[in-house]
Protein backbone atom coordinates (compact mmCIF):
# COMPACT_ATOMS: atom_id res chain seq x y z
CA UNK A 1 0.00 0.00 0.00
CA UNK A 2 1.83 3.69 -1.10
CA UNK A 3 -0.07 5.42 1.32
CA UNK A 4 2.00 3.02 4.28
CA UNK A 5 5.46 4.97 3.23
CA UNK A 6 4.32 8.39 4.24
CA UNK A 7 3.15 7.04 7.68
CA UNK A 8 4.72 8.02 11.14
CA UNK A 9 4.44 4.18 12.27
CA UNK A 10 4.79 0.66 10.28
CA UNK A 11 2.87 -2.54 11.79
CA UNK A 12 5.82 -4.56 13.06
CA UNK A 13 3.63 -7.68 13.25
CA UNK A 14 0.89 -8.76 10.98
CA UNK A 15 -2.47 -7.97 12.21
CA UNK A 16 -5.84 -11.03 12.83
CA UNK A 17 -7.87 -8.48 13.02
CA UNK A 18 -9.72 -7.69 9.52
CA UNK A 19 -9.05 -5.11 7.39
CA UNK A 20 -11.41 -2.60 7.23
CA UNK A 21 -12.21 0.93 5.06
CA UNK A 22 -12.03 4.42 6.87
CA UNK A 23 -12.43 7.45 5.70
CA UNK A 24 -9.54 10.22 7.37
CA UNK A 25 -10.54 13.57 6.37
CA UNK A 26 -12.45 12.41 3.22
CA UNK A 27 -9.77 9.86 2.36
CA UNK A 28 -10.58 6.28 2.14
CA UNK A 29 -8.31 4.07 3.46
CA UNK A 30 -7.39 0.72 5.22
CA UNK A 31 -7.04 -0.02 8.65
CA UNK A 32 -7.36 -3.00 10.79
CA UNK A 33 -10.69 -3.53 13.45
CA UNK A 34 -9.75 -2.82 16.95
CA UNK A 35 -6.09 -0.68 16.68
CA UNK A 36 -6.52 2.52 17.73
CA UNK A 37 -7.46 5.44 15.10
CA UNK A 38 -4.44 7.01 16.17
CA UNK A 39 -2.10 4.16 14.76
CA UNK A 40 -4.26 4.16 11.69
CA UNK A 41 -3.90 7.36 10.84
CA UNK A 42 -0.22 7.39 11.76
CA UNK A 43 0.17 4.63 9.20
CA UNK A 44 -0.90 6.83 6.48
CA UNK A 45 0.36 10.06 7.37
CA UNK A 46 3.50 11.53 9.13
CA UNK A 47 0.91 13.41 11.75
CA UNK A 48 -2.11 13.40 13.42
CA UNK A 49 -2.67 17.53 13.35
CA UNK A 50 -1.46 20.16 13.84
CA UNK A 51 -0.77 22.77 16.48
CA UNK A 52 -3.22 25.34 16.95
CA UNK A 53 -0.41 27.87 17.75
CA UNK A 54 2.34 27.45 15.48
CA UNK A 55 0.74 24.86 13.17
CA UNK A 56 3.94 22.41 14.58
CA UNK A 57 3.04 18.42 13.48
CA UNK A 58 1.43 16.45 16.24
CA UNK A 59 1.29 12.95 16.44
CA UNK A 60 -0.25 12.44 20.51
CA UNK A 61 2.45 12.30 23.20
CA UNK A 62 1.36 9.77 25.85
CA UNK A 63 -0.93 7.27 23.87
CA UNK A 64 -2.47 6.23 27.19
CA UNK A 65 -5.60 9.06 26.71
CA UNK A 66 -4.06 11.26 29.60
CA UNK A 67 -2.66 14.62 27.32
CA UNK A 68 -5.21 15.73 25.14
CA UNK A 69 -3.10 15.64 22.52
CA UNK A 70 -5.00 13.35 20.05
CA UNK A 71 -8.15 14.77 19.66
CA UNK A 72 -10.40 14.03 16.40
CA UNK A 73 -13.79 14.30 15.26
CA UNK A 74 -15.82 11.32 14.36
CA UNK A 75 -19.05 11.75 12.88
CA UNK A 76 -21.76 10.05 15.16
CA UNK A 77 -19.92 10.08 17.79
CA UNK A 78 -17.93 13.62 18.27
CA UNK A 79 -14.42 14.45 20.02
CA UNK A 80 -12.67 11.43 20.47
CA UNK A 81 -9.03 10.66 21.34
CA UNK A 82 -7.41 9.01 18.53
CA UNK A 83 -5.18 7.06 20.66
CA UNK A 84 -7.76 5.02 23.28
CA UNK A 85 -10.69 5.10 20.15
CA UNK A 86 -10.74 1.95 18.14
CA UNK A 87 -11.06 1.89 14.27
CA UNK A 88 -14.21 0.02 13.33
CA UNK A 89 -15.65 -0.33 9.71
CA UNK A 90 -16.66 3.03 8.09
CA UNK A 91 -15.95 5.46 10.75
CA UNK A 92 -15.76 8.68 9.30
CA UNK A 93 -12.55 11.06 11.10
CA UNK A 94 -11.56 14.57 10.74
CA UNK A 95 -8.27 15.76 12.21
CA UNK A 96 -8.80 18.94 10.97
CA UNK A 97 -12.27 19.75 13.28
CA UNK A 98 -10.76 18.53 16.50
CA UNK A 99 -8.19 21.71 15.93
CA UNK A 100 -10.51 24.33 15.68
S1 LIG B 1 -1.96 10.84 22.91
FE1 LIG B 1 -2.38 11.59 24.89
S2 LIG B 1 -4.53 11.52 25.06
FE2 LIG B 1 -4.09 10.58 23.16
Same mark, same amino acid.
Given at each position: MSGERAGQVVRAAARRAPPVLVEIDGEPVEAFAGESV? !? =?? $? =?HRPALRRL #? %??? #??RAG %?? $?? +? =? @??? @?? !?E &? #? +? &?GGARACTTSVSAGLRISTKAAAR
Open positions: L !V =AV $L =A #E %FGG #EP %FC $LM +G =A @CQD @CW !V &I #E +G &I
